[in-house]
């Protein structure tokens, strides 16, 4: 599975939207982009995956550029709830086990 | 539905000591890890399981034991406990990846353990 690089922490005002970085420049054909969460110590949440096109969903919308080397999450309207640590996975589909790699995350403060 | 739960919520064990970290879900999920998490960190994959009576290990599988008789339970085992097994330990479950490489894991809500 690529590895993937998240700046460290970000800032959002409440009600902007947040736009959530990531880097997997060595994400090959087959492998997923994954998005969780990871609310003040909780188990983490599935929030978004997708391959090649842009996807949404009722908590937010995954961009992956052309070339599949980065993506960006986007919360459309953060609130104070969203603070929280965001992790980018990449994961190949066969994946035995479904095993997901963490990596440290980016912690998102939204701010009122 | 309870999702996944654990149990104890917090423990504190004494070096040397073992211990059994109770993992169970009511989804008929195949699927089931062990993560534990120490502070400021990610989360790193201890033990798996795609099935009853199917383990195997992860990332971090030294001082640690599991076994899945059950679809429902998937118990962590820590035998002779040391201080650099303080850490949260979360279980997780997920139904087997489908189509599209939908593999959303459920999980739950962390036991925290310090060894002293």
């Known amino acids: 599975d690529a590895k993937t690089t998240q700046p460290t922490s970000m800032d959002c005002a409440e009600g902007r939207a947040a736009n959530l970085p990531c880097n997997h420049s060595?994400?090959?054909?087959?492998?997923?982009v994954y998005w969780y969460r990871q609310i003040h110590s909780q188990g983490p949440q599935y929030i978004i995956h997708?391959?090649?096109n842009n996807e949404t969903n009722e908590m937010a919308s995954l961009i992956i550029t052309e070339d599949r080397k980065s993506s960006t999450l986007i919360l459309p309207h953060a609130t104070l709830r969203d603070t929280a640590v965001y992790y980018c996975?990449?994961?190949?589909?066969?994946?035995?086990?479904?095993?997901?790699?963490f990596g440290q995350g980016t912690e998102l403060s939204v701010k009122p | 539905n309870a999702g996944v739960t654990q149990t104890p919520k917090f423990r504190i064990l004494k070096i040397g000591q073992s211990m059994t970290l109770q993992c169970t879900q009511d989804m008929n999920h195949n699927y089931m890890y062990w993560y534990r998490q120490d502070p400021g960190m990610g989360l790193k994959l201890i033990y798996y399981s795609v099935g009853a009576g199917i383990t195997d290990k992860g990332e971090v599988p030294n001082g640690y034991n599991v076994s899945r008789s059950t679809t429902e339970d998937f118990p962590l085992r820590l035998e002779l406990a040391a201080p650099s097994q303080t850490s949260v330990y979360f279980c997780?479950?997920?139904?087997?990846?489908?189509?599209?490489?939908?593999?959303?894991?459920?999980f739950g809500p962390g036991t925290r353990l310090t060894v002293t």
């Open positions: 997780a479950s997920s139904s087997a990846a489908g189509q599209g490489g939908m593999n959303e894991q459920y």
């Open positions: 997708g391959l090649k």
């Open positions: 060595t994400i090959s054909g087959n492998e997923y």
């Open positions: 996975i990449v994961r190949a589909h066969y994946n035995q086990g479904g095993k997901l790699i």
